[in-house]
C-alpha cells in the first residue's frame, strides 16, 4: 500500500523556518521524482519545489533562493526546508511522487504551514 506521509507543518512568525518531511512506503522511492506543491486559502494547487530521482532540483520563482527541497534515499523521505517565510507562504503543502515510465502519481494528505505574526 502506497503512503505518503507528510509532518512538520505549523504556525511561523514571518521571516522564521520550518522544515517538512514526507515519509514514503509502498513503492520503490529512489526511482520516483518527488515534489512538494501548496495549495493557499481560494487558490490551485501550485508546484513550490521538485526533485528528481538523481537529484535534479527545481523551484518556483516565488520560492527560490529561500526553500531547499532534498531527499535520503535511505529513509524513503523527502525534505522542504524553508526559510524567511512570508505571509503568502501559508498554504497546505501537498508531497507528490511521480513515475513517467510506470505512469505512477502518489499524493499526501497534506500539512497546514500558517505564517502570522
Known amino acids: 500500500q502506497v503512503q505518503l506521509v507528510e509532518s512538520g507543518g505549523g504556525l511561523v512568525q514571518p521571516g522564521g523556518s520550518l522544515r517538512l518531511s514526507c515519509a514514503a512506503s509502498g513503492f520503490t522511492f529512489s526511482t520516483y521524482a518527488m515534489s512538494w506543491y501548496r495549495q493557499a486559502p481560494g487558490k490551485g494547487r501550485e508546484l513550490a519545489a521538485h526533485i528528481t530521482s538523481l537529484a535534479g532540483t527545481t523551484y518556483a520563482a516565488s520560492v527560490n533562493g529561500r526553500f531547499t527541497i532534498s531527499r535520503d534515499n535511505a529513509k524513503n523521505t523527502v525534505y522542504l526546508q524553508m526559510n524567511s517565510l512570508k505571509f503568502e507562504d501559508t498554504a497546505v503543502y501537498y508531497c507528490?511522487?511521480?513515475?513517467?515510465?510506470?505512469?505512477?502519481?502518489?499524493w499526501g494528505q497534506g500539512t497546514q504551514v500558517t505564517v502570522s505574526s
Open positions: 507528490n511522487a511521480r513515475n513517467d515510465y510506470i505512469k505512477a502519481n502518489y
